[in-house]
């Protein structure tokens, strides 16, 4: 299969799960609402927040891990060089294979007395609900230690552009949740801890499944003694990643601390506001996220290669779609939010659609740069830019804290700082990707973010004009969905996307079509 087949291949099999988590994802955050109650359910984000203090070094060292994997495997596509590529992503698989054997368990020796203390002594929960997110944390920590460990088995998915094959775990897995949701909604009763250990449970399962299937199909996944604990391998790893831990500490203080500040100034209650914002932004981006999971392992393949010149145009590329899949997503949202929120949760949060402005436009602001900081990942240039991510990040929260302490502003402060820093931390990580790789700030606004929002305004405002005739809910969401999002892939397939790409996605669509024909004849 060729390079460009398995890319569509891949953006088709992730956008087809997408779509269905995407589904999943709205039925399961209605039901887990209605299951657990208002209360319960922003226990359970203040719990998850809690936990991604020790999981986000499973994105750390899954993307660290991925890049170098990523880069041996673009170095085996060198006429020539297969077998020292095979030799070079046997060495990073065992490096990373005895990193994650040691690194969660003491990861967890840590964290799990300091977020039990704090459960019991420090956050505010109600008396009664102590034990219960006592009982939850000890689960959502136990699949937090598997997936580490599940870390070097996945990155190998990524790097080969196997990314279909994970398609069927992630789909399993959602569809086992809504159908538990579904039978709690319909036998009532307390399913606090149930729903969690058997969530977590299945999520378990998952992450095991995909080890035994990596060893049998990727040939770098193999124990070899003589590079287990590879130490000029571990060193450059390290410094790799203590570059990225300080951008990703300073992403995790920005997220999840904000769900403590929250939570201390404004009661669990508006943790679930926020939980259902952030849910909201999650499943608008979906769209680009798949496009994130199916262009970045390309991306560090041509880095390998030594293609600069392709890695660019991949990441322009990257940028300008990207930012097509999540407008087409947002602008929708955006109009019918009030609509959508209560038909999706009949009695929604306080506040909950003024906060889902503020975190669709968080999300915007982070895909718009997110291609620059890949490319930058994937040439290894990184001190500079995750310096400035970091700082930035960090920043927010003790800003947010201040104004609302001193200013006695309200809850949305608690998104209108993070929207701020992000958008100045936009711009300033294109100024520095040129200097490290050669990125244009010219070509990323004159040829994705300028076409993308001139479109976003000439559909947002025919969706806003349907809007004004058509006051039925059901009729109302349809219709200026439809206008607002058909609107806006016309006008980006002519003004935003290439001639070149054009005809590429038509290509590859007609020969789906066609095979699927055959298929069915």
């Given at each position: 299969m060729?390079?460009?087949?398995?890319i569509?291949?891949?953006?088709?099999?992730?956008?087809?799960?997408?779509i269905?988590?995407?589904?999943?994802?709205?039925?399961?955050?209605?039901?887990?609402?209605?299951?657990?109650?208002?209360?319960?359910?922003?226990?359970?984000s203040?719990?998850?927040?809690?936990?991604?203090?020790?999981?986000?070094?499973?994105?750390?060292?899954?993307?660290?891990i991925?890049?170098?994997?990523?880069?041996?495997?673009?170095?085996?596509?060198?006429?020539?060089?297969?077998?020292?590529?095979?030799?070079?992503?046997?060495?990073?698989?065992?490096?990373a294979?005895?990193?994650?054997?040691?690194i969660?368990?003491?990861?967890?020796?840590?964290?799990?007395?300091?977020?039990?203390?704090?459960?019991?002594?420090?956050?505010?929960?109600?008396?009664?609900?102590?034990?219960?997110?006592?009982?939850?944390?000890?689960?959502?920590?136990a699949?937090?230690?598997?997936?580490?460990?599940?870390?070097?088995?996945?990155?190998?998915?990524?790097?080969?552009?196997?990314?279909?094959?994970?398609?069927?775990?992630?789909?399993?897995?959602?569809?086992?949740?809504?159908?538990?949701?579904?039978?709690?909604?319909?036998?009532?009763?307390n399913?606090?801890?149930?729903?969690?250990?058997?969530?977590?449970?299945?999520?378990?399962?998952?992450?095991?499944?995909?080890?035994?299937?990596?060893?049998?199909?990727?040939?770098?996944?193999?124990?070899?003694?003589?590079?287990?604990?590879?130490?000029?391998?571990?060193?450059?790893?390290?410094?790799?990643?203590?570059?990225?831990?300080?951008?990703?500490?300073?992403?995790?203080?920005?997220?999840?601390?904000?769900?403590?500040?929250?939570?201390?100034?404004?009661?669990?209650?508006?943790?679930?506001?926020?939980?259902i914002?952030?849910?909201?932004?999650?499943?608008?981006?979906?769209?680009?996220?798949?496009?994130?999971?199916?262009?970045?392992?390309?991306?560090?393949?041509?880095?390998?290669?030594?293609?600069?010149?392709?890695?660019?145009?991949?990441?322009?590329?990257?940028?300008?779609?990207?930012?097509?899949?999540?407008?087409?997503?947002?602008?929708?949202?955006f109009?019918?939010?009030?609509?959508?929120?209560?038909?999706?949760?009949?009695?929604?949060?306080?506040?909950?659609?003024?906060?889902?402005?503020?975190?669709?436009?968080?999300?915007v602001?982070t895909?718009?740069?997110?291609?620059?900081?890949?490319a930058?990942t994937?040439?290894?240039?990184i001190?500079?830019?995750y310096?400035?991510?970091g700082?930035?990040?960090?920043?927010?929260?003790?800003?947010?804290?201040?104004?609302?302490?001193?200013?006695?502003?309200?809850?949305?402060?608690?998104?209108?700082?993070?929207?701020?820093?992000?958008?100045?931390?936009?711009?300033?990580?294109?100024?520095?990707?040129?200097?490290?790789?050669?990125?244009?700030?010219?070509?990323?606004?004159?040829?994705?973010?300028?076409?993308?929002?001139?479109?976003?305004?000439?559909?947002?405002?025919?969706?806003?004009?349907?809007?004004?005739?058509?006051?039925?809910?059901?009729?109302?969401?349809?219709v200026?969905?439809?206008?607002?999002a058909?609107?806006f892939?016309?006008?980006?397939a002519?003004?935003?996307?290439r001639?070149?790409?054009?005809?590429?996605?038509?290509?590859?669509?007609?020969?789906?079509?066609?095979?699927?024909?055959?298929?069915?004849e």
């Open positions: 060729t390079p460009s087949r398995r569509f291949l891949n953006i088709l099999a992730t956008y087809g799960r997408q269905l988590t995407l589904a999943c994802g709205i039925l399961s955050s209605r039901w887990t609402l209605m299951v657990l109650g208002k209360t319960n359910y922003g226990l359970l203040v719990i998850g927040s809690m936990v991604m203090f020790l999981s986000f070094f499973n994105n750390l060292f899954s993307g660290a991925g890049r170098y994997l990523g880069i041996s495997v673009g170095a085996a596509m060198i006429p020539g060089e297969e077998a020292r590529g095979l030799e070079t992503g046997r060495r990073w698989f065992n490096t294979v005895s990193v994650h054997t040691v969660p368990f003491i990861l967890l020796l840590i964290g799990y007395p300091l977020g039990t203390w704090a459960i019991e002594n420090w956050l505010n929960i109600p008396p009664e609900s102590v034990q219960d997110c006592v009982f939850i944390f000890r689960f959502v920590c699949a937090t230690l598997v997936g580490m460990c599940n870390v070097p088995f996945k990155a190998l998915y990524h790097a080969h552009q196997n990314i279909a094959e994970l398609t069927i775990y992630r789909v399993f897995c959602s569809l086992i949740k809504v159908a538990l949701l579904y039978w709690m909604v319909n036998h009532k009763g399913w606090f801890r149930s729903f969690i250990a058997w969530t977590y449970s299945f999520i378990i399962l998952e992450y095991l499944a995909i080890c035994l299937h990596a060893i049998f199909l990727f040939p770098e996944c193999k124990i070899m003694r003589k590079y287990l604990w590879h130490w000029e391998s571990i060193k450059e790893l390290t410094k790799f990643i203590s570059w990225q831990l300080f951008g990703n500490i300073g992403k995790i203080v920005r997220t999840q601390g904000m769900t403590l500040l929250v939570n201390k100034m404004f009661g669990a209650e508006m943790n679930a506001t926020m939980g914002a952030n849910a909201v932004a999650l499943h608008s981006g979906k769209l680009e996220g798949g496009l994130s999971t199916a262009l970045t392992p390309a991306i560090n393949n041509l880095a390998g290669k030594g293609d600069h010149k392709g890695m660019l145009a991949m990441t322009y590329r990257f940028c300008r779609i990207g930012l097509c899949l999540t407008m087409v997503l947002v602008i929708p949202v109009l019918e939010r009030h609509e959508l929120l209560t038909l999706w949760l009949k009695d929604p949060p306080a506040q909950a659609e003024e906060a889902t402005i503020f975190t669709l436009m968080i999300l602001t895909v718009a740069s997110r291609s620059c900081g890949i930058v994937a040439k290894g240039k001190a500079l830019y310096c400035l991510l700082t930035m990040n960090i920043l927010s929260l003790p800003i947010c804290w201040a104004v609302i302490h001193f200013f006695h502003t309200g809850f949305l402060t608690a998104f209108a700082i993070p929207l701020g820093m992000r958008v100045i931390t936009s711009a300033c990580a294109a100024f520095l990707a040129k200097r490290l790789i050669g990125f244009s700030p010219w070509t990323w606004f004159s040829e994705c973010l300028l076409p993308v929002a001139l479109c976003s305004v000439m559909a947002f405002g025919a969706g806003w004009g349907c809007r004004l005739y058509v006051k039925e809910l059901f009729s109302q969401i349809l200026t969905g439809m206008v607002s058909g609107l892939l016309l006008l980006s002519c003004f935003v996307l001639p070149e790409e054009r005809e590429y996605i038509l290509k590859n669509f007609r020969k789906k079509l066609k095979f699927s024909k055959q298929q069915t």
